[in-house]
């Protein structure tokens, strides 16, 4: 399974961007989709999950103004990020749990390759 991402970039304190992460790789059910950051010199950190099932969860800073969603259809997730902060600035990674079927049953996680989010005035 692989993940690429897209989105992100620069904006203006209060504003919105949204990231988009798709999964590749056929024979996989993917489970838990989420959402990293990491800022410089700070340890990565969950920011959203969503269960296959769409249930959510959210890092209580971002909560009330990021939003995952994802298309199971498309093996895409999805991060809405509004009311952006100086403090969100950070390289955001999606990353994927999954569950390959074949000869063996294998249990994964695939990461993707990270965007930068850049928020400043």
């Known amino acids: 399974v692989q993940l690429q991402a897209s989105g992100g970039g620069s904006v203006q304190p209060g504003g919105s961007l949204g990231l988009e992460c798709t999964a590749s790789?056929?024979?996989?059910?993917?489970?838990?989709m989420n959402w990293h950051r990491q800022a410089p010199g700070k340890q990565r950190e969950l920011v959203a999950s969503?269960?296959?099932?769409?249930?959510?969860n959210y890092a209580d800073s971002v909560k009330g103004r990021f939003t995952i969603s994802r298309d199971n259809a498309r093996k895409t997730v999805y991060l809405q990020m509004n009311r952006l902060k100086p403090g969100d600035t950070a390289v955001y990674y999606c990353?994927?749990?999954?569950?390959?079927?074949?000869?063996?049953?294998?249990?994964?996680?695939?990461w993707g390759q990270g965007t930068q989010v850049t928020v400043s005035s």
């Open positions: 990353e994927a749990d999954y569950v390959l079927y074949g000869d063996t049953v294998v249990v994964g996680r695939a």
């Open positions: 790789g056929s024979g996989a059910r993917i489970n838990d």
């Open positions: 969503v269960t296959s099932g769409g249930s959510t």
